[in-house]
């Protein structure tokens, strides 16, 4: 396959066309245009349906729709649009609807502003709207992995029937590196999609896809269902990227674009001789809570980095439970420039002492 | 001749009573009694329903399809 | 010569065979039937997908035998955007409320209008929120008491019923759009050839239907459901005119 020098939005509209979506619906916002302007332009060719809806809570409802008729369909949006989305992501996970949903976070709260941020780590990954519900949510942090994510965001999706995000930032959605594109294979064991309305044609039963449940002890049992299978997720579907952690005295852990930053200061270390590690969640839900654990056992220190004033952190020190020492650097969003590798060095060096 | 008839299901009838004004005739009453969901429903008297004209206004008019209207028509006989 | 029985009228096919929730002399239930009664005559039950609002209406998979999407409150007309987008030779219809349809489902509204979705929208107007205990709606008549407003809708802080089927009448998308009641057999009729006709818009035509049918809510406007039948002609119809606001349809009978 040849190699390609495209943005990672574009990267993210590629990898969608070719796991087979058809059906985008999104409302325009910076810095994520780029994927309703790629789409929109290539996915009628491919027969498919492009709806630039008047809200971004008309085009997660439009999704909803499309979803419980059981095809592959997503939006994309940038925060303040997926805040909109929330609504409509509660009674999709509620309903046990998959779907792709984007969000090229920018800086907040409220309109805050364009730069890159990972400000919306909380509302990811802890269900931002309301009912105590999560989804999956991948952390791309190149232009590959835009394209190779947002494929596996649909078959994990559609495997769990459930929503799934993909979470980037102005710097992937952005930046253009090289991608090589290849053809999307279906893993073969993905369920089928009976629950999906499509008119009777027949049928003595009903498809019903709903959030409502009333009976006596109906939702309960339906909260622990959906319970039951973030913990699947939990057991078999976390991925990760570790570096030189078997050594390491310290790990550095970060997501998304802070990762790529943080991988450049960790080499610049090692090469200074400082045994420093790595390690890069890429579902950030489910949370690779057991590689921190392994990870606690040998490492002196821990270093979290994001671009934000600290929320995995949460989670890493939740994982590690008190084992080792979870230190963390960040800016709140809005600062306008990103960390230098050098920054994050001196940072590094302060830790390792 | 048997006369047309209507069947004011009480598993679905609520006692609203719009049957009893959209009846042209006015051949349809509230019970004395409650029935099964204790609702007060609506009956018809045998001596009433020997006027209905199976017109079927009552049944347009219930909001829980509690009426079903049967016409008596003449046919030649053999078919059913 | 024999003489036999035959059954002139009884529950549509697309109608299950189950009590309602319904107050006794809700009208909601009138407009089911109806709706059903349109599937059954056009023979879509097996193709139709219904979605459902949020509202008293909001068990529409209990009463009709289809398939149902229920959407979020407001929101069916964006559901079954998306859903008649994919399934584009089925049968989609959204039953909504007043409060669900004009209040914060305004935009969805107009816009699946506007954009003129090949679907069919049933609106139920009985000038309150029935789910939430009878508060004022965006249909609440002037001086109408409700449970927030209970001096009376003040049109000076609360402003002016709106008329949906007029406003949506004036955008491009609409094919058809008309108000009707329930209140008596005649209109009854009427109601279920719009209906009909809203529904075969669609099928037919691939055009966007609104039906904006009146109702009762009895226990809410706390009469009984004779007293309440009769404000739909002493309040509603005045306020609220029946008739056809757009038929830009070339089929079926006028109404
Ligand atoms: C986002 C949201 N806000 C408010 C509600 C509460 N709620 C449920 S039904 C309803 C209004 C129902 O009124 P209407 O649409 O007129 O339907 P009716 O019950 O009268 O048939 C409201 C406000 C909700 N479920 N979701
Ligand atoms: S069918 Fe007509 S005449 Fe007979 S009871 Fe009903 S409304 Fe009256
Ligand atoms: S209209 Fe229907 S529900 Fe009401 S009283 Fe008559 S039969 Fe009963
Ligand atoms: S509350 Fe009003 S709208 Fe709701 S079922 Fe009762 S009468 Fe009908």
Same mark, same amino acid.
């Given at each position: 396959?040849?190699?390609?020098?495209?943005?990672?939005?574009?990267?993210?509209?590629?990898?969608?066309?070719?796991?087979?979506?058809?059906?985008?619906?999104?409302?325009?916002?910076?810095?994520?245009?780029?994927?309703?302007?790629?789409?929109?332009?290539?996915?009628?060719?491919?027969?498919?349906?492009?709806?630039?809806?008047?809200?971004?809570?008309?085009?997660? #409802?439009?999704?909803?729709?499309?979803?419980?008729?059981?095809?592959?369909?997503?939006?994309?949006?940038?925060?303040?649009?997926?805040?909109?989305?929330?609504?409509?992501?509660?009674?999709?996970?509620?309903?046990?609807?998959?779907?792709?949903?984007?969000?090229?976070?920018?800086?907040?709260?409220?309109?805050?502003?364009?730069?890159?941020?990972?400000?919306?780590?909380?509302?990811? &990954?802890?269900?931002?709207?309301?009912?105590?519900?999560?989804?999956?949510?991948?952390?791309?942090?190149?232009?590959?992995?835009?394209?190779?994510?947002?494929?596996?965001?649909?078959?994990?999706?559609?495997?769990?029937?459930?929503?799934?995000?993909?979470?980037?930032?102005?710097?992937?959605?952005?930046?253009?590196?090289?991608?090589?594109?290849?053809?999307?294979?279906?893993?073969?064991?993905?369920?089928?999609?009976?629950?999906?309305?499509?008119?009777?044609?027949?049928?003595?039963?009903?498809?019903? /896809?709903?959030?409502?449940?009333?009976?006596?002890?109906?939702?309960?049992?339906? #909260?622990?269902?959906?319970?039951?299978?973030?913990?699947?997720?939990?057991?078999?579907? /976390?991925?990760?990227?570790?570096?030189?952690?078997?050594?390491?005295?310290?790990?550095?852990?970060?997501?998304?674009?802070?990762?790529?930053?943080?991988?450049?200061?960790?080499?610049?270390?090692?090469?200074?001789?400082?045994?420093?590690?790595?390690?890069?969640?890429?579902?950030?839900?489910?949370?690779?809570?057991?590689?921190?654990?392994?990870?606690?056992?040998? &490492?002196?220190?821990?270093?979290?980095?994001?671009? #934000?004033?600290?929320?995995?952190?949460?989670?890493?020190?939740?994982?590690? #439970?008190?084992? /080792?020492?979870?230190?963390?650097?960040?800016?709140?969003?809005?600062?306008?420039?990103?960390?230098?590798?050098?920054?994050?060095?001196?940072?590094?060096?302060?830790?390792?002492? | 001749?048997?006369?047309?008839?209507?069947?004011?299901?009480?598993? %679905?009838?609520?006692?609203?009573?719009?049957? !009893?004004?959209?009846?042209?005739?006015?051949?349809?009453?509230? *019970?004395?009694?409650?029935?099964?969901?204790? %609702?007060?429903?609506?009956?018809? *008297?045998?001596?009433?329903?020997?006027?209905? !004209?199976?017109?079927?206004?009552?049944?347009?008019?219930?909001?829980?399809?509690?009426?079903?209207?049967?016409?008596?028509?003449? !046919?030649?006989?053999?078919?059913? | 010569?024999?003489?036999?029985?035959?059954?002139?009228?009884?529950?549509?096919?697309?109608?299950?065979?189950?009590?309602?929730?319904?107050?006794?002399?809700?009208?909601?239930?009138?407009?089911?039937?109806?709706?059903?009664?349109?599937?059954?005559?056009?023979?879509?039950?097996?193709?139709?997908?219904?979605?459902?609002?949020?509202?008293?209406?909001?068990?529409?998979?209990?009463?009709?035998?289809?398939?149902?999407?229920?959407?979020?409150?407001?929101?069916?007309?964006?559901?079954?955007?998306?859903?008649?987008?994919?399934?584009?030779?089925?049968?989609?219809?959204?039953?909504?409320?007043?409060?669900?349809?004009?209040?914060?489902?305004?935009?969805?509204?107009?816009?699946?209008?506007?954009?003129?979705?090949?679907?069919?929208?049933?609106?139920? $107007?009985? @000038?309150?929120?029935?789910?939430?205990?009878?508060?004022?709606?965006?249909? @609440?008549?002037?001086?109408?008491? @409700?449970? @927030?407003?209970?001096?009376?809708?003040?049109?000076?802080?609360?402003?002016?019923?709106?008329?949906?089927?007029?406003?949506?009448?004036?955008? +491009?998308?609409?094919?058809?759009?008309?108000?009707?009641?329930?209140?008596?057999?005649?209109?009854?009729?009427?109601?279920?050839?719009?209906?009909?006709?809203?529904?075969?818009?669609?099928?037919?035509?691939?055009?966007?239907?609104?039906?904006?049918?009146?109702?009762?809510?009895?226990?809410?406007?706390?009469? $009984?459901?004779?007293?309440? $039948?009769?404000?739909?002609? +002493? +309040?509603?119809?005045?306020?609220?005119?029946?008739?056809?606001?757009?038929?830009?349809?070339?089929?079926?009978?006028?109404?």
């Amino acid at each position: 396959m040849k190699r390609l020098f495209v943005k990672g939005n574009e990267a993210v509209a590629m990898g969608a066309l070719e796991a087979g979506c058809r059906y985008y619906f999104g409302y325009p916002i910076t810095p994520q245009s780029d994927i309703p302007e790629y789409i929109s332009r290539e996915m009628p060719k491919l027969g498919g349906t492009f709806i630039q809806a008047e809200s971004e809570i008309a085009s997660i #409802n439009m999704l909803l729709g499309a979803s419980a008729c059981g095809v592959r369909a997503m939006t994309s949006s940038s925060s303040p649009g997926i805040s909109l989305k929330q609504e409509g992501i509660s009674y999709m996970a509620g309903s046990e609807l998959p779907g792709l949903i984007v969000n090229i976070c920018r800086s907040g709260p409220g309109l805050g502003g364009i730069d890159a941020s990972q400000a919306d780590y909380f509302q990811s &990954v802890k269900g931002g709207g309301h009912g105590g519900y999560h989804i999956i949510v991948l952390a791309p942090h190149t232009v590959q992995e835009m394209y190779d994510l947002t494929m596996l965001a649909f078959d994990l999706a559609d495997r769990y029937r459930m929503p799934a995000m993909l979470l980037g930032d102005a710097v992937v959605g952005q930046i253009k590196e090289a991608l090589v594109p290849h053809p999307y294979q279906q893993p073969s064991d993905l369920p089928t999609k009976e629950w999906a309305v499509s008119g009777k044609q027949g049928r003595s039963d009903q498809r019903i /896809v709903k959030s409502l449940f009333l009976g006596d002890g109906e939702l309960e049992a339906h #909260n622990w269902r959906l319970h039951a299978k973030y913990k699947q997720l939990q057991d078999n579907e /976390v991925r990760c990227e570790t570096e030189h952690v078997d050594d390491a005295d310290l790990v550095v852990t970060a997501f998304g674009s802070a990762a790529r930053i943080v991988k450049t200061a960790a080499r610049m270390a090692r090469e200074e001789g400082l045994k420093v590690g790595v390690i890069r969640p890429i579902t950030l839900f489910p949370f690779p809570i057991a590689t921190y654990q392994q990870a606690a056992q040998t &490492v002196k220190k821990m270093l979290c980095v994001e671009l #934000n004033a600290g929320q995995m952190v949460e989670d890493v020190r939740l994982a590690v #439970n008190g084992k /080792v020492d979870v230190a963390f650097y960040g800016r709140p969003p809005g600062a306008g420039s990103l960390p230098t590798p050098e920054e994050i060095l001196v940072q590094i060096k302060k830790h390792c002492g | 001749m048997p006369s047309n008839r209507i069947e004011i299901d009480p598993i %679905y009838c609520k006692g609203c009573a719009l049957c !009893t004004i959209a009846c042209p005739q006015k051949l349809i009453e509230m *019970s004395d009694a409650l029935n099964e969901q204790g %609702y007060i429903p609506a009956v018809i *008297s045998s001596g009433n329903l020997a006027r209905c !004209t199976a017109c079927a206004l009552c049944a347009r008019m219930c909001p829980d399809a509690a009426i079903r209207v049967f016409k008596s028509v003449e !046919t030649d006989g053999g078919q059913s | 010569m024999t003489t036999v029985l035959k059954n002139v009228f009884d529950r549509p096919v697309s109608l299950k065979d189950v009590s309602t929730h319904f107050c006794p002399g809700c009208q909601h239930g009138t407009a089911h039937r109806l709706c059903a009664e349109a599937m059954d005559s056009l023979g879509v039950q097996q193709r139709a997908i219904g979605v459902a609002s949020v509202g008293c209406s909001v068990f529409l998979y209990g009463y009709f035998d289809i398939d149902v999407v229920e959407a979020p409150h407001g929101r069916a007309p964006a559901v079954a955007t998306g859903v008649k987008r994919v399934r584009k030779d089925d049968f989609v219809f959204t039953y909504q409320g007043d409060g669900d349809l004009a209040a914060i489902g305004t935009s969805e509204i107009i816009h699946a209008a506007n954009r003129g979705e090949a679907i069919s929208v049933i609106f139920v $107007n009985n @000038t309150t929120y029935g789910m939430t205990g009878g508060q004022m709606a965006p249909t @609440t008549l002037p001086q109408q008491q @409700t449970s @927030t407003s209970p001096t009376g809708r003040n049109v000076a802080s609360d402003g002016y019923p709106i008329r949906m089927a007029e406003l949506l009448s004036g955008l +491009e998308g609409v094919s058809y759009s008309c108000r009707v009641a329930v209140n008596n057999p005649k209109n009854i009729m009427a109601a279920g050839k719009a209906i009909e006709k809203a529904f075969r818009c669609q099928v037919e035509q691939g055009g966007f239907g609104f039906v904006e049918v009146l109702t009762t809510c009895p226990t809410n406007w706390g009469m $009984n459901p004779l007293k309440a $039948n009769n404000r739909v002609a +002493e +309040e509603m119809i005045p306020y609220f005119p029946l008739g056809v606001f757009k038929d830009i349809a070339p089929m079926g009978q006028e109404v």
